[in-house]
């Protein structure tokens, strides 16, 4: 019996069930959706008592999608299997249906355009600097459990302070913080063991991902270094890098600043204001290039601390001297640009790429064996800073290989861990840690900081964004009402359906414009840099003190320069003369009787 003639299958017969593979997909992520929101809807209904929920019960999990149990403060699972390993898993609090309503309902009315000032911030932008939870006091006396009850017990009342502090605060919104101890544990150990402690920022908003606290623990308290690096300088003009260097300067005189970027600086970026700027055309690649610029300024950073450290030398020259090619990669041509970026693959990052780790510290509950101060025979460099600000793909570029993972999904590294530089020099990364701080989440969510599949109501957020950058000229986004496109009164809903229309995005069932879709691009785009949306320091669009700075500074550098010059050429003169007396006084030859009696002695001999 022959058996049935197989059908020939076409490349279009393919795409089509490829695309109603894609739609049926959409559909069930729609109708789990549904299903979640009717969920919560019916809890919030049952819930009939005035008993308010448990803090740790009110979290959202991120970085680990849909999490079948809830975990407790210090990362445990609840339930049965409460005395497991813990998770570190990063929890924030959750938002209120009614509150995810009103906000999607005030993104339907007309958004007003802030005016330029309205991206200018300092540190009186920021009525608060709140602090951050500290290890308590223990000794080697305590056993574990001991200590880790103490831990959590000081945990669970600083999360309760914060809420009954600020929760209500009406000088700001209480931000999202990180609920678990565990991640907080980790920090502790970071700051411990660092003898310079490396404040990672983005330069886009560097305020933000400063925490004041941290400073002020780490020069006073503990009595270390500090070194602030602001990275991701390509997406901005080097104007806006140096005001910043010089507000921080100002503010923060224990701080010293260096600049890095994983990506080469456009030149042709002269100006992060213009509209034409706040877009990147190009999608920065995904392959690291980790001959970034930079890595020899954040080294002189450190060196420039002078820390005093007996029986410890670090050779900072033969260190920087690895990169003396850092300055000079803009001669280098786009296709050696490309060729290196591509011999460099994230991908690599998460399997066996771990070369160089030190698991030194990898029994790192076990206190009996752990120290409180830095190590003697090393100096060690602790990064630390929140979520998505590069620490993992900046400690790749100073190793120029792929040591550590590295991701764009903000809280991607989980635990620290140490990589040797030279002999008795070591970095330490640390997980990406969210401080409390009273600011709109919706500028945390744009900074970064929250995953992006995980924001419950990307439309406010949105409406954040188009009050201080021309989303809609950015996007090229067409009115719906083009008799009246003049005279249209944007809004965040508009926006989004705009784009959903002007891209595709419609929803499986309805066929309507997928707005949440189209929101989420919005905001990956702004986390990307592919809309730019750049804070600038007090005074930056309303008074003329950084050109007259950098005027100065300019000024000082050409004059150093000729300074050096002309001493070099002293130097060179003066040697050129000494030797010519030397000459001179070897071979000299006495004349007398006038000019031409030489001539006459010579002719007689």
């Known amino acids: 019996m022959t058996g049935r003639r197989k059908k020939p299958f076409s ?13 049926r997909k959409a559909a069930q992520e729609e109708r789990e959706q549904e299903r979640e929101l009717q969920r919560e809807q019916q809890r919030q209904r049952n819930e009939t008592t005035d008993q308010p929920t448990p803090l740790s019960q009110s979290f959202v999990k991120a970085s680990i999608p849909a999490l079948p149990t809830a975990y407790s403060l210090d990362g445990r699972r609840r339930g049965n299997n409460s005395s497991g390993p813990r998770k570190l898993v990063s929890m924030f609090e959750k938002l209120s249906s009614d509150e995810i309503e009103r906000n999607r309902l005030r ?41 880790e009850a103490r831990e959590n017990q000081y945990f669970e009342k600083w999360v309760k302070d914060i809420y009954e502090r600020y929760g209500n605060d009406e000088r700001g919104q209480l931000s999202w913080f990180e609920h678990n101890l565990e991640v907080w544990r980790q920090l502790w150990r970071v700051l411990e063991i660092s003898d310079i402690v490396l404040v990672v920022m983005d330069i886009r908003h560097p305020l933000l991902h400063f925490p004041r606290a941290l400073y002020e623990y780490v020069t006073r308290d503990l009595k ?42 456009d030149e042709k970026l002269i100006d992060d204001t213009k509209t034409y700027a706040l877009k990147m055309r190009v999608k920065r690649p995904r392959n690291r290039y980790y001959h970034a610029h930079g890595v020899r300024a954040i ?60 698991d030194e510290f990898s029994r790192i509950m076990d206190i009996s064996t752990e120290q409180v101060t830095p ?78 599949a995980q924001v419950q109501e990307p439309y406010s957020v949105v409406q954040y964004l188009a009050e201080r950058v021309p989303v809609e000229r950015i996007l090229s986004l067409t009115p719906p009402d083009l008799d009246n496109a003049l005279s249209f009164k944007w809004t965040a809903w508009a926006v989004c359906e705009a784009y ?40 930056f669009f309303t008074s003329s003190k950084y050109e007259q700075l950098r005027v100065k500074e300019s000024t000082k550098k050409q004059q150093d320069k000729r300074y050096h010059s002309d001493s070099n050429i002293d130097n060179s003169q003066s040697e050129t003369d000494d030797s010519d007396e030397d000459e001179q006084e070897g071979g000299r030859i006495d004349i007398q009787g006038g000019a031409f009696a030489l001539l006459a002695d010579q002719s007689d001999v």
């Open 375 to 452: 190590h003697s025979e090393y100096v060690t460099l602790g990064l630390v800073g929140h979520p998505n600000v590069g620490k993992s793909s900046l400690i790749n570029s100073i190793m120029q290989r792929t040591v550590v993972s590295a991701s764009r999904t903000p809280g991607h590294t989980k635990h620290f861990q140490t990589i040797h530089l030279c002999e008795n020099l070591r970095l330490c990364d640390s997980p990406g840690l969210v401080f409390p701080t009273l600011l709109p989440r919706a500028l945390q969510i744009l900074s970064g900081m929250y995953p992006i």
């Open 11 to 23: 490349g279009k017969a393919k795409k089509v069930q490829l695309q109603a593979k894609k739609l």
């Open 224 to 265: 270390r270094k500090i070194v602030g690096i602001f990275n991701k300088v390509d997406l901005v003009s080097e104007f806006t890098v140096f005001a910043w260097t010089k507000y921080f300067e100002e503010q923060f005189p224990e701080l010293h600043i260096a600049s890095f970027s994983c990506y080469p600086r």
């Open 107 to 147: 993104s339907m009315k007309p958004f007003e355009r802030l005016p330029q000032t309205a991206l200018e911030v300092g540190v009186d932008s920021f009525s608060e600097s709140i602090d951050f939870p500290k290890r308590p006091t223990w000794s080697y006396g305590m056993n574990k459990e001991e200590v």
């Open 500 to 539: 959903a229309i002007q891209r595709g995005f419609f929803t499986a069932q309805a066929a309507r414009p997928d707005v949440y879709r189209a929101a989420n691009t919005i905001l990956r785009f702004t986390n990307d840099g592919r809309i730019l949306m750049s804070f600038k320091p007090i005074g």
């Open 299 to 358: 080294l002189d950073a450190c060196k420039d601390v002078k820390l005093e450290k007996k029986g410890v030398h670090v050779d900072w020259a033969g260190l920087m001297a690895r990169y003396k090619n850092d300055d000079d990669d803009d001669d280098s041509t786009e296709s050696d640009v490309d060729e290196e970026r591509n011999s460099y693959d994230d991908d690599e990052s998460d399997t066996n790429s771990m070369d160089g780790l030190d």
